[in-house]
Nanobody
Framework: QVQLVESGGGLVQPGGSLRLSCAASGRAFSSYAMGWFRQAPGKERELVAAISRDSGITYYFASMKGRFTISRDNNKNTVYLQMNSLKPEGTAVYYC?????????????????WGQGTQVTVSS
């Protein structure tokens, strides 16, 4: 089992940047593929980005490609999401999740463990 704690959310103006972090504890972090999801009010949770166990493969939802970067440091048991050029529609609770599947799961149900989420608000 793994416990996940997100941080780094907050209020940012349109066009601004934020870096989210997710610290993991418990079983070997490097044995999990990791993903970042987001859920806006009244909407379903959606995948933002995912990364394989060894960082060799990454996946981005189409609208995030080129603006967001997912990375991980297996020595620090942490996964990151760098978000640039943020838009108001990016306002949501952002969650990190861990999956025992490989290489890069893209479906919510494929993730076994979830953090509590961190709020990101993009507004002027």
């Amino acid at each position: 089992q793994v416990q996940l704690v997100e941080s780094g959310g907050g209020l940012v103006q349109p066009g601004g940047s934020l870096r989210l972090s997710c610290a993991a504890s418990g079983r070997a972090f490097s044995s999990y593929a990791m993903g970042w999801f987001r859920q806006a009010p009244g909407k379903e949770r959606e995948l933002v980005a995912a990364i394989s166990r060894d960082s060799g493969i990454t996946y981005y939802f189409a609208s995030m490609k080129g603006r967001f970067t997912i990375s991980r440091d297996n020595n620090k048991n942490t996964v990151y999401l760098q978000m640039n050029s943020l838009k108001p529609e990016g306002t949501a609770v952002y969650y990190c999740a861990a999956s025992t599947r490989s290489p890069v799961p893209t479906i919510t149900l494929q993730y076994n463990y979830w953090g509590q989420g961190t709020q990101v608000t993009v507004s002027s």
